[in-house]
Nanobody, 124 residues
């Protein structure tokens, strides 16, 4: 049973920082895998924020977060992170993490095979 659990969301003032975590359990890490974060704000389409292929290669960032967000993965802890700096009100959204076997088929990629329940980030 694959389970992804996000944490770290909350309310933050503009220009502040927040680190999101995503613990992945029950997933068999074999060959390659695509890990990433996507978000969805009310009345907006889901958008891919950051993604990476296994081993932190082929990292992709949404243009609007480049230079502000950093995706990383601690394989030993089975945890994916999203460090968010210089947050803006337009970053307000529910943030989800996802994982899929194989390479990331698109940039951005949002149709992960498994994803979590999300964590809300509100920037004011």
């Amino acid at each position: 049973h694959v389970q992804l659990v996000e944490s770290g969301g909350g309310s933050v003032q503009a220009r502040g920082s927040r680190t999101l975590s995503c613990v992945v359990s029950g997933y068999t890490y074999s060959d390659g895998y695509c890990l990433g974060w996507f978000r969805q704000a009310p009345d907006k389409e889901r958008e891919g924020v950051a993604q990476m292929y296994s081993g932190e290669s082929s990292i992709y960032y949404l243009d609007s977060v480049k230079g502000r967000f950093t995706i990383s993965h601690d394989y030993a802890k089975r945890t994916l992170y999203l460090q968010m700096n210089s947050l803006k009100p337009e970053d307000t959204a529910m943030y989800y993490c996802g994982i899929s076997p194989g390479s990331c088929p698109a940039r951005p990629f949002i149709n992960f095979g498994y994803w979590g329940q999300g964590t809300q980030v509100t920037v004011s």
